[in-house]
């Protein structure tokens, strides 16, 4: 399925998969600079069409003193010199229709956070920029009901749009992915993005910070690109541990070269044995 024109978007003829990549969160210029750095490397060695990935605010917070963020416009600006320096696209999530113009100034794809996917007035305002808007999916909505907000974004003039699955609530405290959800998304004439480092999410841990599986990022990643997913998103930092948002399921950064190398290999495979 054909990507969006994303300007700035390279190696689209390449036949690999599409990857979103990048920290969890914009801690600081010199840390989204090292892993722009990284990850524009890798991709340009393997041809692989890549967005650079940072949140200038994590909104959805399980604690009143969970890290939100150094400063919406000291953030964006950041993302935007990432873009200019590695002349690559960026995208950011946005959690309120005020926010979207802002956004938009520096951003090249807007993305709606999986659990406001159903706020309407969320998905116009980030349609009416222009924008790609890359629209997650609930994790409490079936991937049929995600027409929808397809619809609204397409019916605000606006067809340029990505899927992101990332799992699916399964009991209180964790995530499945249903990858029959990817197919059933393309058939809204779609591209359907995986992300493989939130589906491994463990919400709602009882010290109100959010646990995770990387040891199992590999394992939904293949099985992402297996059943033809279009992209990938993941997010990455040289030192999880330390990372002030999402650590508990990010991929270490050293770790990243070695896992696309597989994924280009068996999207090859893929491509040569089309279902």
């Given at each position: 399925m054909m990507i969006p024109r994303i300007d700035k978007l390279r190696h689209t003829g390449s036949g690999n998969f599409l990857l979103m990549a990048g920290p969890c969160a914009i801690e600081g210029e010199a840390m989204a600079m090292e892993i722009a750095a990284s990850i524009a490397a890798i991709t340009d060695r393997l041809q692989i069409p890549w967005i650079f990935k940072g949140s200038y605010r994590k909104a959805n917070r399980s604690r009143l003193d969970s890290f939100s963020g150094i400063g919406d416009e000291k953030a964006l600006e950041i993302l935007r010199k990432v873009g200019e320096r590695f002349e690559v696209p960026v995208v950011t999530d946005i959690h309120a229709a005020g926010e979207a113009a802002l956004a938009a100034r520096y951003a090249d794809v807007l993305q709606i956070p999986a659990f406001l996917c159903r706020q309407t007035d969320l998905l116009v305002a980030a349609a009416v920029t222009g924008k790609v808007v890359n629209i997650k999916k609930g994790q409490f909505l079936s991937p049929g009901a995600m027409k929808y907000a397809?619809?609204?974004?397409?019916?605000?003039?606006?067809?340029?749009?990505?899927?992101?699955?990332?799992?699916?609530?399964?009991?209180?405290?964790?995530?499945?992915?249903?990858?029959?959800?990817?197919?059933?998304?393309?058939?809204?004439?779609?591209?359907?993005?995986?992300?493989?480092?939130?589906?491994?999410?463990?919400?709602?841990?009882?010290?109100?910070?959010?646990?995770?599986?990387?040891?199992?990022?590999?394992?939904?990643?293949?099985?992402?690109?297996?059943?033809?997913?279009?992209?990938?998103?993941?997010?990455?930092?040289?030192?999880p541990a330390s990372a002030k948002s999402d650590g508990a399921n990010m991929l270490p950064l050293a770790l990243l070269e070695g896992l696309l190398e597989k994924l280009v290999l068996l999207r090859q495979t893929i491509l040569a044995f089309p279902a």
């Open positions: 397809v619809g609204k974004v397409r019916d605000s003039g606006n067809d340029r749009i990505l899927l992101t699955e990332r799992g699916t609530m399964f009991g209180y405290q964790d995530l499945v992915v249903d990858y029959r959800g990817i197919p059933e998304m393309q058939a809204l004439d779609c591209p359907v993005v995986l992300d493989i480092t939130h589906s491994l999410q463990q919400p709602n841990q009882a010290g109100g910070v959010t646990g995770g599986q990387p040891r199992l990022i590999e394992t939904i990643a293949r099985a992402g690109i297996a059943v033809g997913a279009d992209g990938i998103f993941i997010e990455t930092h040289p030192d």
